[in-house]
């Protein structure tokens, strides 16, 4: 098993990125519960015909869609290990645990977080964001929100965040009780950051009217175009008005390892908290999802919740202690620490910062092919490693999507799609390690044989 699976990603390259699941291979996975035993081979076999050509792609380096990590067989192994301990993390006295304070420890010195500040792996930065925004309402409310609910309350709390923000944050007002309506979705500049002049009157707008305005999202990268919000404008706006400022960094917070890209996150080590992902830019493989927190104290006092069967002790296995389920609500979780802990060492920030810099250098490679392509136009400005553009011809929205959906059916790369400004643009998004140069050129010139070919069938 092994020895397939890293010839798998030795010859990833040689692979289609994606390719069409037949409905023979499909319909296997409708079989009935499996009462009688198979043969550990024959399991393995029926992965590698059926399971493994099938899978997303995202280690392959044209895969270039979305926001998907390549991962890395230092973390591959690493979770091979991990299984094989079958640790759980939730709490006790274990050293796997130890490893993931090890992180939250090296997380905080990365984002020059105090000592006291707490940290917790979840599963993407979707839980994070949702996370602290529980912990920025129980700072408004008080910690008895936990008992009496939001209906004991009079406050009429609203948050920001701007208008490029990834959906996940107003589903975290959604799933926290206070409500979508209760964001306030921000206009974004021509750069697609947060217009600070707008939220400053939101801000005002809302006080007068008798609100509350308890929280702000900044982005550190959006999903559409990579745009990073001024952070440091947002920290000096949420310590003026009290606010606690939470960084939505899954795509852009780990470039704080990258000297070159590190200065334009400036502010976010004023964060309140940081949802970032091990699992995007970090290349751990999936999932690693991540939450930092200044102030450790309220974190705990948001999730522990206490039960005589979690008693801790001064001694023994139940000593410790805070223990991670203190901190969110997972109560079993898995040891995700270990495959960040080996990739780090294994890599190291250095090399790792290196090669978030590289896909950026990509991003601009890809945009000058595009500037010096008359069929391309380019649809958003490059911030960091996300390219939007599209092919010009006719009825571009359709004839850009058809690029697209045929573009994945040929193997040969799978880029996304997003909308800007009511226009489709084929969206790049180069989180992969093992991307290069004449990756870039076969996405070209296969955006430019697709779009000959969609237009030629269209004329016919
Ligand atoms: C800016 C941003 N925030 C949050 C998320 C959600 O992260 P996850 O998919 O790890 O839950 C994404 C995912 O792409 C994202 O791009």
């Given amino acids: 098993m092994l020895d397939d699976i890293l010839d798998y990603i030795e010859g990833i390259r040689e692979r289609p990125v994606w390719q069409p699941i037949p409905d023979s291979v499909r319909a296997r996975f409708h079989e009935a519960v499996p009462t009688d035993p198979t043969e550990l ?3 393995h076999d029926d992965f590698m015909r059926h399971i493994l050509p099938f899978a997303t792609g995202n280690s392959h380096p044209r895969f270039m869609g979305w926001v998907h990590g390549g991962g890395n067989v230092a973390g591959m192994l690493a979770e091979m290990l991990a299984a094989g301990l079958n640790a759980n993390l939730g709490g006790r006295d274990h050293v796997p645990i130890e490893v993931e304070r090890q992180i939250v420890h090296w997380t905080r010195l990365l984002f020059d977080f105090p000592s006291t500040a ?30 009496n609910g939001l209906a004991s309350t009079s406050k009429r709390l609203v948050a920001y965040t701007s208008a490029a923000a990834h959906r996940c944050i107003s589903q975290a007002m959604d799933l926290s009780g206070l409500g979508i309506k209760s964001l306030r979705v921000i206009a974004t500049n021509d750069a697609y950051q947060i217009d600070i002049d707008a939220l400053n009157e939101a801000i005002a707008s809302d006080r007068k009217a008798g609100f509350t305005p308890f929280l702000m999202i900044g982005t550190a990268g959006t999903v559409d175009t990579g745009a990073l919000d001024d952070l440091a404008a947002l920290a000096s706006i949420a310590k003026r008005e009290n606010l606690w400022l939470h960084v939505d ?98 890599y190291g920030t250095a090399a790792l910062g290196a090669m978030i810099s590289r896909t950026c250098e990509l991003a601009r490679y890809l945009e000058i092919k595009i500037a010096t392509t008359k069929e391309l136009e380019l649809l958003a400005p490059v911030s960091l490693n996300i390219v939007c553009f599209r ?22 790369a799978a880029p996304s799609t997003t909308v800007l400004g009511n226009r489709l643009a084929i969206r790049v998004a180069l989180f992969n390690h093992r991307t290069e140069p004449r990756d ?20 016919a």
């Avoid at 092919?391 to 040969?412: C, K, T």
């Avoid at 070209?444 to 000959?452: F, H, M, S, T």
Wanted: net charge positive; glycine share 10%.
């Fill in 440 to 459: 870039i050129d076969a996405l070209i010139n296969a955006v430019l044989k697709l779009g000959a070919a969609a237009t030629r069938k269209c004329v």
């Fill in 118 to 147: 707490t940290g917790l792996f979840v599963t993407g930065s979707s839980m994070a964001n949702l996370l602290g925004a529980l912990i920025a309402r129980t700072r408004a409310l008080g910690i008895d929100v936990r008992q």
């Fill in 391 to 412: 092919h010009r011809g006719e009825n571009p929205d359709r004839l850009n999507a058809q690029i697209v959906a045929d573009m994945h059916e040929s193997g040969i």
């Fill in 41 to 43: 081979a024959a399991v």
């Fill in 249 to 346: 960094g899954a795509i852009g917070a780990l470039a704080i390892m990258a000297p070159d890209l590190a200065p334009r996150l400036a502010g976010i080590q004023q964060a309140d908290s940081i949802a970032l992902d091990f699992h995007k830019w970090g290349q751990v493989p999936y999932d690693a999802g991540f939450l930092l927190v200044r102030d450790g104290t309220l974190h705990r006092d948001t999730f522990a919740s206490p039960a005589a069967y979690l008693r801790r002790e001064t001694r023994g296995l139940a000593a410790g202690g805070h223990w991670p389920c203190d901190f969110g609500p997972d109560l079993s979780r898995g040891f995700r620490a270990l495959k960040t802990w080996f990739t780090l060492k294994v």
